[in-house]
């Protein structure tokens, strides 16, 4: 299902960006890093390239965007609105995947959500109906993401379409992610919520990257 594509990840220069490039690099995906500095992309790219050679380059947002079949979002909040604007254009009739969580330093272990419900449905919002905005790995850390093994946690997959969710399911189960269909996109609000509180307990409890996990055998239904 992922033979073939590639995938753009705006903001893979960070610490997530950087993990989801890995694990898709570890699947044989193509990868394009997008920043808002070309050179860092690149600087990024050729890093990941000296490990997985041959699919992985650096380009600023706009370019890395109109590259790719499917657009990750991984950016903090602040740069949320700026980092979709860049790209607005280029990523109409694509897929958009946006792990974005609207944590606001200091208070970063308080849930505080956006009036529009969560930042997925802002970037739906933003980008308009010409983009189908999947959400998703808001509850998985970087460190489990780029680790190589499999982590010991789910991710919940909100989006408007089932068949869109599918696709990034398909994705994230190719690298041996459990990954589930969570309902629509305003769902999202769950799942960004939840990343406060397991940052709290990261803390409260020392845990290096707490995760969820959905209990329960799925049968034919
Ligand atoms: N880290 C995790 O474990 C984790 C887990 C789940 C969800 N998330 C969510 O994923 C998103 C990315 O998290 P992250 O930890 O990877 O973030 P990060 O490392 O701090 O930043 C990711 C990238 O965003 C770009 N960026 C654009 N505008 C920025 C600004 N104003 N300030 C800082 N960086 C900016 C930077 O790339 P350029 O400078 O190259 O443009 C940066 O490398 C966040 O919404 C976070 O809540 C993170």
């Known amino acids: 299902m992922s033979a073939g594509k590639t995938v753009a990840v705006l903001g893979g220069t960070g610490d997530l960006g950087?993990?989801?490039?890995?694990?898709?690099?570890?699947?044989?995906?193509a990868v394009v890093i997008g920043s808002r500095a070309a050179e860092r992309a690149q600087r990024t790219a050729a890093e990941l390239a000296a490990i997985f050679p041959g699919r992985v380059s650096g380009e600023s947002l706009a370019n890395a965007a109109a590259r790719a079949d499917i657009v990750a979002v991984t950016v903090p909040y602040t740069a949320h609105q700026t980092t979709l604007e860049a790209v607005r254009d280029v990523v109409q009739g694509k897929l958009v995947l946006d792990a974005t969580v609207p944590l606001r330093p200091p208070k970063v272990l308080r849930v505080q959500l956006p009036a529009a419900g969560c930042a997925a449905v802002e970037a739906q919002q933003l980008l308009g109906d010409g983009v189908r905005v999947v959400a998703a790995l808001h509850n998985i850390a970087a460190t489990h993401l780029a680790a190589g093994t499999v982590p010991d946690c789910d991710v919940?997959?909100?989006?408007?379409?089932?068949?869109?969710?599918?696709?990034?399911?398909?994705?994230?189960?190719?690298?041996?992610?459990?990954?589930?269909?969570?309902?629509p996109l305003a769902n999202s609000a769950a799942a960004e919520a939840l990343t406060s509180i397991l940052i709290g307990i990261n803390k409260r409890y020392g845990i290096d990257g707490a995760g969820i996990r959905i209990t329960g055998e799925p049968r034919p239904v």
Do not use: M, S
């Not at 919940?156 to 599918?166: I, N, Y």
């Not at 696709?167 to 990954?179: P, S």
């Open 18 to 29: 950087n993990a989801l490039a890995r694990f898709l690099l570890r699947q044989g995906v």
């Open 156 to 183: 919940l997959v909100t989006g408007d379409k089932e068949v869109d969710r599918q696709v990034i399911i398909d994705l994230l189960q190719a690298g041996g992610l459990r990954a589930w269909h969570a309902g």
